[in-house]
């Protein structure tokens, strides 16, 4: 279910967010270790950068989706990128939104608690196709369960095109684009 954000919640997480990038800056600092507190600041860089393009995208239901992610529990921490030139895309919103949330879901539940658990997100739009890669990293303890959502996914192409998947040694791996 989507969690409906107020204006306040957003801000406090944001700040919360940010008090902790500068805390781990100004510990770096205190240490002497100037070059991590220089690849803090571009991973900062990096992010920020990540967030423009995606909001740029006109993705504005999955951009909310994928930025305020990590802000609630799940047992997977994710992250994305997006690669390649600006593009109008508020026409695949919604759909890509949904396909995320079931995916993020079925994968929540299918992985160990207890893991270290991450999922990569790549948004390509270097073409008039636009792709989405997955690329999970942790224990998955419910490989059927998986199995069983990308075999349905794939006999399921209305409008968006499950065009690779694995699933190996408690990797994952997916790629989706736009039909």
């Given at each position: 279910?989507?969690?409906?954000?107020?204006?306040v919640?957003?801000l406090?997480h944001s700040?919360?967010?940010w008090?902790?990038?500068?805390?781990?800056i100004?510990?770096?600092?205190?240490?002497g270790?100037i070059?991590?507190?220089?690849?803090?600041?571009?991973?900062?860089?990096?992010?920020?950068?990540?967030?423009s393009?995606?909001?740029?995208?006109r993705?504005?239901?999955l951009?909310?989706?994928l930025m305020?992610?990590?802000?609630?529990?799940?047992?997977?921490?994710?992250?994305?990128?997006?690669?390649?030139g600006?593009k109008?895309?508020?026409w695949c919103d919604?759909q890509i939104?949904?396909w995320?949330?079931?995916?993020?879901?079925i994968?929540?539940?299918?992985?160990?608690?207890n893991?270290?658990?991450?999922?990569?997100m790549?948004?390509?739009?270097?073409n008039?196709?636009v792709?989405?890669?997955?690329?999970?990293?942790?224990?998955?303890?419910n490989?059927e369960?998986?199995?069983n959502?990308f075999?349905?996914?794939q006999?399921n192409?209305?409008?968006?095109?499950?065009?690779?998947?694995?699933?190996h040694n408690?990797e994952?791996?997916a790629?989706i684009?736009t039909i």
């Amino acid at each position: 279910m989507k969690k409906d954000w107020e204006i306040v919640e957003v801000l406090s997480h944001s700040r919360h967010d940010w008090l902790n990038k500068i805390q781990l800056i100004k510990g770096n600092l205190s240490l002497g270790k100037i070059d991590r507190v220089k690849e803090i600041i571009e991973e900062i860089v990096i992010e920020s950068q990540n967030e423009s393009n995606l909001t740029n995208l006109r993705l504005h239901s999955l951009a909310e989706l994928l930025m305020t992610y990590n802000w609630e529990q799940h047992h997977f921490r994710l992250e994305y990128e997006v690669l390649g030139g600006i593009k109008d895309l508020s026409w695949c919103d919604e759909q890509i939104h949904n396909w995320c949330v079931r995916f993020f879901s079925i994968l929540d539940i299918s992985i160990d608690v207890n893991s270290d658990n991450h999922l990569s997100m790549s948004i390509e739009t270097f073409n008039e196709e636009v792709r989405f890669f997955f690329d999970f990293s942790g224990i998955i303890t419910n490989i059927e369960q998986l199995n069983n959502w990308f075999h349905e996914q794939q006999s399921n192409q209305d409008f968006i095109q499950l065009t690779e998947f694995q699933i190996h040694n408690g990797e994952l791996m997916a790629v989706i684009s736009t039909i």
